[in-house]
């Protein structure tokens, strides 16, 4: 895992080493251990691989600032937390044999060892156990056709000397980042939007669109269309590539999910079950080599529970692919002095004694937030939807003080097999075919699951089968109806439009459930989920896996009848038969949902109580927000002393802090400062 930084212009003017070199070293938490430069004059062909104050003396190479009276027209710039083969064989940027290729590469390529067989009978040799020089290897051989071949996570930038190409590439869901800003003057890109932003490279210019379906809604940019809250900065979507040469810029799709995939007979469950059950263990199989210590994320739930109980299970038959989990694997949860329901200290209790795990825990309390707020919102480059990512934080620099330096976790599930409890989609689903008996029965079976009211997701789903054009002004009209246009600055929402979600969303994403469940995976929440997730973990140098999201596992999840995945009112129906015998009963049937969660609530309440002068009409959030509004909102919150959420307060907090933080000059907190 790692950070990359490029940039190429095609007007020819010489490139500011000294930006590249800041804006390498702006992310420098992401690779602590290594440090590299490639810098390239594309019209006469010289290429000069140099090192900065982290690169590994025994490379013995001249540092970057030996070439800054050069001239450079491309160059990339990277930093490497070693994962993989430790040795100074893996540094980046790196080479083909035959000097052709340069590539930078942030991820991990999970089948990388299968791919080195196959290539090694192609005539490749192969000088270190990286899977960067097997991705390398892999492009030599075949081309863009490569990323089929994968399976991992990555974001890659590749240079090719004699087609004087730029390629770049994310990974089929996105779980690495890569950001870019393009004209016709050239690109640049980065693993991070603070490397492009506070850097120099652009102005911080906030997105206005973006800020204020944020405000209105919760709503964050799409990645799909390459959305960010930056104006002049884009997002390569997930599952794409972009090729740039001389006058072309392309962008292809290489991978996509079908909504519309076969279904797989529901006659044949127990070998269904079967399959599900041993593509998971070996997708957490592959996520365990490493070359360093290794831990797990344990919230509690189903999800992180199934991949402990499965390391477990592994470890017990042997034959691991890393002895980098030592006779105990390491656990790492979050958890309060508070009781239920955000502690989930009884659940992780029981896995924990299942396992025989060694268990580490991290208690977020508001205290920490409010010191640790402004580093967090720096780290995540963009506002956030609420406080639990804080929670995920806490955990993250708890494995990283344990010495651990990679960690599986659970992400994914929810949004693969039904999780959020979209009842009313699978419903509508019953009744389009007619099933009217099966949707009543389903729907009393919710009641009992979830306690909600049986004609609740019923009248749902009717209003789901509905023509599309039809549901939509139902919903244009509902939303018109509950959202709060006074907390807006008055100018600022009537430029936008006065739009909703119903604007900004089809009721496509609803018609059907393997439909609902790609818009989650692909638009919704997931890209969010990840980009919270990278940013937590490579800010203390840890390098999150996540098995749920390996392609095949996805593939395979999305082809099955909507009766796998929901049924007698259970989500996850496919995942909880599974793991029947591998994960304790209590967890595998919990009928409550928690996650990584904080006592918001409560602790919004307190924060506001003590810093009531956040919103003053000098505020930076006033060029967006009513702040004589917001404040009397706060005050009457404050006054009801309710524990009911009001779930705009942190996304005003989060604003305000956001724009103090990328509007400064400084580029670094002090304790991410060399």
């Given at each position: 895992?790692?950070?990359?930084?490029?940039?190429?212009?095609?007007?020819?003017?010489p490139?500011?080493?000294?930006?590249?070199?800041?804006?390498t070293?702006i992310m420098r938490h992401?690779?602590?251990?290594?440090?590299g430069?490639?810098?390239?004059?594309t019209e006469?062909?010289?290429?000069?691989?140099?090192?900065?104050?982290?690169?590994?003396?025994?490379?013995?190479?001249?540092p970057?600032e030996?070439?800054?009276g050069e001239?450079?027209?491309?160059a990339l710039g990277?930093?490497?937390?070693?994962i993989?083969?430790?040795?100074?064989?893996?540094?980046?940027p790196m080479?083909?044999?035959?000097?052709?290729?340069?590539i930078a590469?942030n991820?991990?390529?999970?089948?990388?060892e299968?791919?080195r067989?196959e290539?090694?009978?192609?005539?490749?040799?192969?000088?270190?156990r990286?899977?960067?020089?097997?991705?390398l290897?892999?492009?030599?051989q075949?081309?863009?056709d490569?990323?089929?071949?994968?399976?991992?996570?990555?974001?890659?930038?590749?240079?090719?000397?004699i087609?004087n190409?730029?390629?770049?590439?994310?990974?089929?869901?996105?779980?690495?980042?890569?950001y870019y800003?393009k004209?016709?003057s050239?690109i640049?890109?980065?693993?991070?939007?603070?490397?492009?932003?506070?850097s120099g490279?652009?102005?911080?210019?906030?997105d206005?669109?973006?800020?204020?379906?944020?405000?209105?809604a919760?709503?964050q940019?799409?990645?799909?269309t390459?959305?960010?809250f930056f104006?002049?900065?884009?997002?390569?979507?997930?599952g794409?590539?972009?090729?740039?040469?001389?006058?072309?810029?392309?962008?292809?799709q290489?991978?996509s999910?079908?909504?519309?995939?076969?279904?797989e007979?529901?006659?044949?469950?127990s070998?269904?079950?079967?399959?599900?059950r041993g593509?998971?263990?070996?997708?957490?199989?592959?996520r365990?080599?490493?070359?360093?210590?290794?831990?797990?994320?344990?919230s509690?739930?189903?999800?992180s529970s199934?991949?402990?109980?499965?390391?477990?299970?592994?470890?017990t038959?042997?034959g691991?692919p890393?002895?980098?989990?030592g006779d105990q694997?390491?656990?790492?949860?979050?958890?309060?002095?508070?009781?239920?329901?955000?502690n989930?200290?009884?659940?992780?209790?029981?896995?924990?004694?299942?396992?025989?795990?060694d268990?580490h825990?991290?208690?977020?309390?508001?205290e920490?937030?409010r010191e640790?707020?402004?580093?967090?919102?720096?780290h995540?480059d963009?506002?956030?939807?609420?406080?639990?990512?804080?929670?995920?934080?806490?955990?993250?620099?708890e494995?990283r003080?344990?010495?651990?330096?990679?960690?599986?976790?659970?992400?994914?599930?929810d949004?693969?097999?039904?999780?959020?409890r979209?009842?009313?989609?699978?419903?509508a689903?019953?009744l389009?075919q007619?099933?009217?008996?099966?949707?009543?029965?389903?729907?009393?079976a919710?009641?009992?699951?979830?306690?909600?009211a049986?004609?609740?997701?019923?009248?749902?789903?009717?209003r789901?089968?509905?023509?599309?054009?039809?549901?939509d002004g139902?919903?244009?009209?509902?939303?018109?109806?509950?959202?709060?246009?006074?907390v807006?600055?008055?100018?600022f929402?009537?430029?936008?439009?006065?739009t909703?979600?119903?604007?900004?969303?089809s009721?496509s994403?609803?018609?059907?459930?393997?439909?609902?469940?790609?818009?989650?995976?692909q638009?919704?929440s997931?890209p969010?989920?990840?980009r919270y997730?990278?940013?937590?973990?490579?800010?203390?140098?840890?390098e999150a896996?996540v098995?749920f999201?390996?392609h095949r596992?996805?593939?395979?999840?999305l082809?099955?009848?909507s009766s796998m995945?929901?049924?007698?009112?259970?989500?996850k129906?496919?995942?909880?038969?599974?793991?029947?015998?591998?994960?304790?009963?209590?967890?595998?049937w919990?009928?409550d949902?928690?996650?990584f969660?904080?006592?918001?609530?409560?602790?919004?309440?307190?924060?506001m109580?003590?810093?009531?002068?956040?919103f003053?009409?000098?505020?930076?959030?006033?060029?967006?927000?009513?702040?004589?509004?917001?404040r009397?909102a706060?005050?009457?919150?404050l006054?009801?002393?309710?524990?009911?959420?009001?779930?705009?307060?942190?996304?005003?907090?989060n604003l305000?802090?956001?724009?103090?933080?990328?509007?400064?000059?400084a580029?670094?907190p002090?304790e991410d400062?060399?």
């Amino acid at each position: 895992m790692c950070g990359i930084f490029g940039t190429w212009h095609l007007d020819g003017k010489p490139i500011d080493l000294t930006v590249l070199q800041r804006a390498t070293n702006i992310m420098r938490h992401r690779g602590p251990d290594d440090e590299g430069y490639l810098l390239v004059n594309t019209e006469s062909g010289r290429t000069a691989p140099c090192a900065g104050d982290d690169t590994d003396p025994r490379l013995d190479m001249h540092p970057l600032e030996s070439f800054f009276g050069e001239a450079f027209d491309l160059a990339l710039g990277f930093r490497r937390l070693a994962i993989l083969d430790l040795s100074p064989a893996g540094h980046q940027p790196m080479r083909s044999a035959d000097g052709r290729l340069w590539i930078a590469m942030n991820g991990e390529i999970y089948n990388h060892e299968q791919l080195r067989s196959e290539l090694s009978q192609h005539g490749y040799d192969f000088d270190s156990r990286t899977d960067t020089e097997v991705a390398l290897a892999a492009y030599e051989q075949w081309g863009p056709d490569c990323l089929a071949r994968f399976n991992g996570m990555w974001a890659l930038a590749l240079w090719d000397q004699i087609e004087n190409c730029l390629f770049l590439a994310r990974d089929r869901l996105g779980i690495k980042p890569l950001y870019y800003v393009k004209d016709d003057s050239g690109i640049t890109f980065a693993s991070e939007i603070k490397a492009l932003v506070q850097s120099g490279v652009v102005p911080f210019a906030p997105d206005d669109e973006a800020i204020y379906k944020y405000l209105l809604a919760g709503y964050q940019p799409n990645p799909r269309t390459g959305g960010t809250f930056f104006r002049q900065v884009h997002s390569l979507a997930p599952g794409h590539t972009l090729t740039v040469r001389p006058g072309d810029f392309t962008m292809r799709q290489f991978w996509s999910l079908d909504p519309q995939a076969p279904r797989e007979s529901v006659a044949r469950e127990s070998h269904t079950f079967e399959e599900f059950r041993g593509l998971l263990t070996d997708a957490v199989r592959l996520r365990l080599r490493t070359d360093v210590p290794l831990g797990s994320c344990l919230s509690g739930g189903l999800d992180s529970s199934s991949i402990v109980c499965t390391i477990s299970q592994l470890m017990t038959a042997g034959g691991l692919p890393t002895a980098q989990l030592g006779d105990q694997q390491k656990t790492f949860s979050a958890v309060y002095e508070t009781a239920a329901p955000y502690n989930e200290t009884e659940h992780i209790a029981r896995v924990v004694q299942a396992t025989r795990s060694d268990p580490h825990y991290s208690v977020p309390t508001l205290e920490r937030l409010r010191e640790e707020v402004e580093r967090l919102i720096w780290h995540q480059d963009e506002p956030f939807m609420s406080t639990s990512v804080f929670a995920q934080w806490c955990v993250m620099n708890e494995a990283r003080a344990s010495g651990v330096k990679v960690l599986l976790d659970g992400q994914g599930a929810d949004e693969l097999l039904a999780g959020y409890r979209p009842y009313s989609v699978f419903l509508a689903d019953l009744l389009r075919q007619g099933r009217v008996i099966g949707a009543v029965r389903e729907a009393r079976a919710m009641s009992e699951r979830s306690g909600v009211a049986p004609w609740s997701p019923l009248v749902g789903a009717l209003r789901y089968i509905l023509p599309h054009q039809l549901m939509d002004g139902i919903r244009r009209t509902w939303y018109a109806h509950e959202q709060d246009w006074s907390v807006l600055d008055r100018d600022f929402a009537s430029r936008l439009g006065h739009t909703t979600v119903a604007d900004w969303q089809s009721a496509s994403a609803y018609h059907g459930l393997r439909r609902h469940l790609r818009y989650l995976l692909q638009e919704s929440s997931l890209p969010h989920l990840l980009r919270y997730e990278d940013r937590n973990s490579m800010a203390v140098g840890v390098e999150a896996r996540v098995p749920f999201l390996d392609h095949r596992l996805v593939e395979f999840c999305l082809r099955q009848d909507s009766s796998m995945l929901i049924r007698d009112g259970w989500t996850k129906w496919m995942l909880r038969k599974a793991m029947e015998g591998t994960v304790p009963g209590s967890i595998a049937w919990r009928r409550d949902k928690v996650g990584f969660e904080t006592p918001e609530p409560a602790w919004l309440r307190q924060w506001m109580r003590e810093e009531s002068d956040l919103f003053e009409n000098d505020s930076l959030s006033a060029a967006y927000l009513n702040t004589e509004a917001i404040r009397a909102a706060l005050a009457s919150w404050l006054k009801s002393g309710t524990e009911t959420p009001c779930p705009p307060v942190w996304r005003w907090i989060n604003l305000e802090l956001w724009l103090r933080c990328f509007s400064q000059a400084a580029p670094l907190p002090k304790e991410d400062a060399r």
